[in-house]
């Protein structure tokens, strides 16, 4: 993650990708709320196939963001012993799995980065 | 603020705000040190404080500004911005499709502010709540207020904590979005079919993302790992009937 050229995308442009990205995260957030109250049918009004689907994409698009940022830091495939991150997803994972707290999780991922610096310089 | 249950004469009823403030402590408590961390990264990408914040304010989804950072930095196209995006927070409506039966007498621009502010954190307390209560208006909204002005002053103060402190790296500070994501994952994961495709999306993309596919990598693997999802439950589904029926 280098740091921005200011020569390759405008102040305005930035301003306006994120206004777009506003409105792209709001929608399916919005629709499914104001479409399934239209009617009085009770439950869902979406076809089953769909919903089933909708139902599966938190969890694949959650992994397929982390794999590759753990696996993949620098475009390389790096499963050496000294990727830090490797080691870092075990306390996160335990402790997300035996406190459900999100932000006691994301301490203890940080912890064990900042702590691997430290100790191995 | 009047509320349903705080018009009436007690005073024992806590008003709506601090209800609220109970129900939203945990969420605010998150929030803020990662909102701070995105600020901090925001900050070392290049990003001005205005967007910084402007997106905690406008866009408000935790995931997706982490991501966005990087590729502002990279110089990627607005659009692969936008659509990457997109496809990171598809999964609120989901969300917002399981909210629905809870709030059949909202309004419509009660319902859009509620949407505005759906997150994956306000969405499980919200569906914790709703289980066992009719949904105070008053309450869920300040729920929701608390929790995105936690969220953009987190990003302030990261963005201020940047410009102090001179590399995030000693800090660990890289490696908050993946470990949010390890949290998010294992708070996600319910039956072994959802560990199954966790793990099929992530080598997808993993694969994908070493054959050079970079951006597209995430919405590729995430389209098919899904996909494998509902053919597998199908399979399994018309399987089971079968051997039930002879």
Do not use: C
């Amino acid at each position: 993650m280098g740091t921005m050229d200011q020569n390759t995308i405008p102040q305005d442009a930035i301003l306006l990708t994120i206004l777009a990205m506003g409105a792209v995260t709001f929608l399916p957030r919005l629709l499914p709320l104001l479409l399934l109250n239209r009617g009085k049918a009770s439950g869902s009004a979406m076809p089953p196939l769909v919903e089933s689907w909708l139902r599966h994409v938190p969890v694949a698009v959650l992994a397929a963001m982390l794999l590759p940022s753990i696996v993949v830091p620098n475009g390389q495939l790096d499963l050496a012993p000294d990727n830090l991150y490797l080691w870092a997803i075990i306390p996160t994972l335990l402790t997300a799995w035996k406190t459900r707290s999100l932000v006691g999780s994301v301490l203890a991922g940080m912890a064990t980065v900042a702590i691997g610096r430290l100790v191995l310089g | 603020m009047p509320t349903e249950s705080s018009t009436a004469q007690t005073t024992r009823v806590q008003p709506a705000w601090q209800r609220g403030l109970t129900q939203a402590t945990p969420i605010i408590l998150g929030y803020v040190p990662i909102g701070f961390a995105y600020g901090v990264m925001a900050q070392k990408s290049g990003l001005s404080t205005a967007h910084t914040v402007g997106m905690s304010l406008i866009v408000y989804a935790g995931a997706s500004q982490f991501i966005a950072t990087g590729l502002f930095a990279a110089g990627i196209p607005a659009l692969s911005i936008v659509i990457t995006t997109f496809v990171v927070n598809l999964r609120h409506m989901l969300m917002s499709a399981a909210m629905a039966p809870h709030l059949k007498t909202w309004t419509k621009p009660q319902l859009t502010a509620f949407a505005y502010e759906l997150t994956d954190e306000t969405f499980a307390v919200h569906a914790a709540r709703f289980a066992g209560h009719k949904p105070d208006r008053a309450e869920v909204f300040w729920i929701n207020a608390l929790a995105q002005m936690a969220w953009v002053t987190g990003s302030y103060l990261g963005t201020v904590g940047g410009q102090v402190v001179p590399d995030p790296k000693p800090w660990g500070l890289d490696f908050a979005l993946p470990a949010l994501f390890v949290a998010l994952l294992v708070l996600q994961i319910r039956d072994r079919l959802q560990i199954g495709i966790a793990l099929a999306t992530g080598v997808l993309a993993v694969t994908f993302t070493i054959w050079g596919l970079d951006r597209w990598a995430v919405i590729l693997a995430t389209l098919v790992g899904a996909t494998l999802g509902v053919i597998w439950e199908q399979w399994t589904k018309t399987r089971s009937h079968k051997t039930r029926s002879y």
